[in-house]
């Protein structure tokens, strides 16, 4: 069974259609991207997935629980975690902050822990503060750890929200763009990078401009143009999809 | 039903103060996104220049027969213009630079200006409500089952007047659709050659004269004013931009006389202790189901 | 004398600011609790005592509020509503209003209990508004609460109040006249507050909360259930006023719905904005300092003025001049409060420190 299964999604906005009739399926363990030029509904439907907006028409399941309805809370409790295209980390807060409150899902103190700090809630927080620490340096960030988040450079603070993303442990990763404003080493590193999460057992789902990262790194790619899948397949099919020339002709990427 | 037709009137005098202040609240939440707190004390400070003017033109033994009209003519625009730039100072020293402070900030400093007016007034007026002159003549005239005051039909008429002119201000001439322009999207206003600055400060002057109209007809209406006058009807007027959707000039209108008519039916019904009660219940209520207000649309959040 | 005592609080407060060695700290939290303690036996009178019991009542209801405002970043204009709240709970309870006379101990916690509750009541339709239109809410929640005891006159003793409310015991031992008991129970009060106040922000809870604060899309996002750590800021941050508000009202031995008024509410957000919003400690500080300048400050200078102009002035007017200029001074040249936390530091002062940090 896959992991995240679209069939049929449909979302529009008054009269504008945004997305319509979008179906594929990501398995566990893939790294999956979607591409398509500006405006092809890639972060709309990112923003379905995570119930920023609520779809229209068909359904969209994650491990096979259909997400219809759920709030942005509880699909992150299906295990569902992201990285946002314009970050939003928390930045008057240090870097190891964020990350622990990505752990928030994996903890399990309650209120009256919180309020008492009981004996639970002192052996989470140092459990949670070395595991943040841990994947700082997974993501190859460390040293940033007291330093506000908005104070860092940009490249790190994508590598803080992927990091942050990860601290819940999620089954599926969706990134908006992590590759957006970064240079060529950044970038080189950021495949590496997310080869390694998916070696550790997240699925990666991805959307991006960039097209060499995206037949580089991925296995299986949906393209959108206009709010509509015009092809899928993997990174050769892609590159040969008429559909596809076509729709980056005049905007070769 | 001479006592409906009584609070009926009641109301719409009520609400017709409400709904000018709550203008006010309106214009500048719609550019800014502020409540700017101090607004009902503006309102105050109106009502107090007012009756200023007119107790010194009293003792000087100005007001008949012509030198009423000029009387109370001087005292309305002295109101009017006292409040506008009371507003615009206001907007001036506290408000312009927070603009990209965090959301807090600006409430926070506009409560601060509302407690420091109020105990200015204070100092200046006392702590006692001071009686209005009561210079305009109130023959009741009766229409059917219906007694109204003359100074009621002034009050209401004077209000009404105001509020169509400021319509055909804000659709029509020029700073009226840069405020439009402002409220809907700063910077793009600003590309087009706009000047933000100064549209935000005649949007206060604007305001604050609404404020002054207001206390003039607050000080006529209630015949007295009081330091603490602009909390109370501050409160009902930001009450009724809300019921009518914030940030909608038709809205304010309509919450004002709403709110009015709130007011002057649940202190009949039930007594005026609970008015209070009634205002802020309708307030939570209308936030809680339905924030965007009666006339109001709401908007997604952007992501 | 009263300055003494609360210089010396406010001077340890800001050692413990600028010592970042954990031990430091320690020692000097321990000094002044032994100093305050203490001290009362050789130096100062009821009357400072008396203040100085109101002034730990405030500290306490800052700390309260700084929990809702400071920690989860939710302006609540109506926090005085909680501190009736816990006020009537002792005045109906422990008077001969009803004659019941419940002990004072117990009536701490009910109190606690029902400001939450209350607290949780009015959170829970609210918290979804953002901002400003948050503060307005609870401001109108706080008007229409005195407002309710006022008009209920049968149980509350409408605009008079409840009088003659019952001397708290401790094993059997009246408080009797003396308001050292107070003094005391107080200062008990804010060592709890101060633990519960760093308990909380260092956890689970506490990190949610500053997720809140600053991006509550990103929050949810995390799998942070906003709606239910919102409330428990609001219930918190109530308890501690209703707490609060069983002191005041045992102290006081009457209720009436005067005392619980916007400017109240006001009087303790101008605490947390002086002090620096977030910060415990600052916020420790913010309410000493204002509580002084009100209770012995101003009648201070008031009297000085009238023995040297022969006058009858009343400054005591001047409450409000002085809670608004500490809001707007505050907000446009330090909006950090004076001693404010490393976050909220930041969060106000974005521009110039990114600057200095490039």
């Not at chain 3, 300092?289 to 007017?317: E, R, W």
């Amino acid at each position: 069974m896959s992991l995240l299964a679209l069939s049929g999604v449909g979302k529009r906005f008054g009269a504008l259609s945004a997305l319509s009739n979008v179906s594929f399926e990501v398995e566990e363990g893939a790294i999956f991207g979607i591409i398509g030029p500006n405006g092809a509904g890639k972060s709309t439907l990112f923003n379905l997935l995570t119930a920023i907006y609520r779809f229209d028409e068909g359904s969209i399941s994650v491990g096979g629980v259909s997400i219809a309805g759920l709030s942005t809370q509880r699909i992150a409790r299906l295990g569902v975690a992201r990285t946002f295209q314009n970050l939003r980390l928390f930045g008057n807060a240090s870097a190891l902050a964020n990350v622990m409150v990505g752990e928030h899902l994996i903890l399990g103190s309650t209120i009256f822990d919180s309020l008492l700090n009981t004996g639970k809630e002192r052996r989470e927080r140092a459990e949670a503060e070395r595991r943040a620490r841990e994947l700082l340096r997974f993501v190859g960030i460390s040293g940033v750890e007291e330093q506000f988040a908005r104070n860092l450079p940009y490249g790190t603070q994508r590598r803080l929200e992927i990091a942050r993303a990860l601290a819940a442990r999620p089954r599926l990763l969706l990134l908006d763009e992590p590759a957006a404003g970064l240079n060529p080493s950044e970038k080189h590193e950021l495949i590496s990078l997310i080869r390694a999460i998916r070696d550790a057992g997240t699925t990666v789902l991805l959307i991006e401009h960039d097209m060499g990262l995206v037949m580089n790194l991925c296995e299986r790619i949906v393209v959108l143009d206009y709010g509509e899948m015009i092809a899928e397949g993997a990174p050769q099919e892609i590159r040969e999809h008429p559909r596809v020339i076509e729709a980056y002709l005049g905007a070769p990427a | 039903m001479h006592e409906f037709l009584a609070q009926l009137a009641n109301g719409v005098e009520l609400g017709a103060i409400y709904a000018l202040i709550a203008l006010g609240y309106t214009l500048v939440y719609g550019i800014l996104e502020l409540i700017n707190f101090a607004h009902g004390d503006v309102y105050t400070f109106g009502s107090f220049v007012a009756l200023g003017i007119l107790v010194g033109l009293r003792a000087a033994g100005a007001l008949h027969g012509a030198g009423l009209v000029l009387g109370i003519t001087a005292a309305l625009v002295a109101a009017i213009l006292a409040s506008a730039l009371l507003n615009a100072g206001i907007e001036r020293l506290a408000y312009r630079r927070l603009r990209k402070a965090p959301r807090l900030a600006p409430l926070i400093t506009a409560i601060g200006v509302s407690f420091i007016l109020e105990n200015l007034i204070e100092l200046w007026q006392g702590s006692a409500p001071v009686p209005f002159p009561n210079v305009i003549p109130n023959p009741q005239l009766q229409f059917g089952e219906l007694e109204v005051g003359v100074q009621q039909i002034v009050v209401v008429a004077l209000a009404i007047v105001t509020m169509v002119a400021l319509h055909f201000f804000v659709q029509r001439s020029k700073l009226g659709k840069a405020m439009r322009a402002v409220a809907q999207d700063r910077d793009a206003a600003s590309l087009v050659g706009i000047n933000v600055d100064r549209t935000i400060a005649m949007t206060f002057l604007i305001a604050g004269a609404l404020a002054g109209v207001a206390g003039f007809v607050g000080g006529v209406s209630f015949g007295s004013a009081w330091f603490l006058n602009g909390f109370g009807a501050g409160l009902r007027a930001f009450t009724a931009a809300v019921l009518g959707g914030i940030g909608n000039i038709a809205g304010a209108m309509l919450g004002g006389f709403l709110i009015g008519l709130l007011e002057s039916f649940s202190t009949w019904l039930i007594g005026g202790q609970w008015s209070n009660v009634a205002v802020f219940s309708v307030l939570i209520l209308v936030l809680v189901f339905r924030p965007s207000g009666l006339l109001g649309e709401t908007l997604p959040e952007k992501v | 004398m009263i300055y003494t005592y609360a210089l010396v609080a406010i001077a340890a407060c800001v050692a413990i600011e600028r010592f970042h060695n954990r031990r430091a700290k320690t020692t000097i939290v321990l000094v002044l609790a032994v100093f305050l303690a203490v001290a009362p036996r050789f130096y100062g009178n009821d009357a400072v005592f008396s203040v100085l019991a109101d002034a730990a009542v405030y500290v306490m209801l800052a700390l309260g509020l700084n929990i809702v405002v400071g920690f989860a970043g939710l302006l609540d204009l109506g926090y005085a509503a909680f501190f009736a709240i816990g006020a009537y709970t002792y005045g109906m309870l422990a008077s001969p209003q009803f004659g019941l006379h419940l002990p004072f101990w117990v009536l701490l916690f009910l109190a606690a209990a029902l400001a939450a509750l209350f607290g949780a009541l009015l959170g829970a339709p609210t918290l979804r508004l953002h901002g400003d239109y948050l503060a307005i809410v609870t401001l109108g929640f706080g008007e229409i609460v005195p407002q309710i005891f006022q008009n209920l006159t049968k149980y509350t003793g409408g605009p008079n109040g409840i009088a003659a409310l019952d001397v708290p015991t401790f094993f059997g031992h009246s408080f009797g006249a003396s308001v050292m008991p107070y003094y005391y129970i107080a200062l008990f009060g804010i060592a709890a507050a101060l633990w519960l106040s760093r308990n909380l922000r260092e956890s689970r809870l506490g990190r949610a909360w500053m997720a809140i604060r600053e991006d509550e899309l990103a929050a949810k996002h995390a799998g942070i259930d906003i709606l239910r750590s919102k409330l428990a800021a609001f219930a918190i941050g109530a308890s501690f006023s209703g707490i609060g508000g069983v002191l005041f009202a045992a102290k006081l031995a009457l209720v009436s719905p005067d005392l619980f008024g916007f400017q109240v509410s006001v009087l303790i957000v101008s605490m947390l904005v002086l002090g620096g919003m977030g910060n415990i400690v600052g916020v420790v500080v913010g309410s000493l300092l204002l509580t002084i300048v009100n209770s012995a400050l101003l009648p201070q200078i008031n009297s000085l003025v009238d023995a040297t102009f022969h006058t009858t002035v009343d400054l005591s007017n001047l409450h409000f001049l002085i809670y608004g200029a500490i809001l707007v001074g505050i907000m446009l040249f330090r909006p950090e409060g004076l001693l404010p936390n490393r976050e909220r530091r930041a969060e106000l002062h974005h521009a110039g420190e990114a600057a200095a940090d490039a």
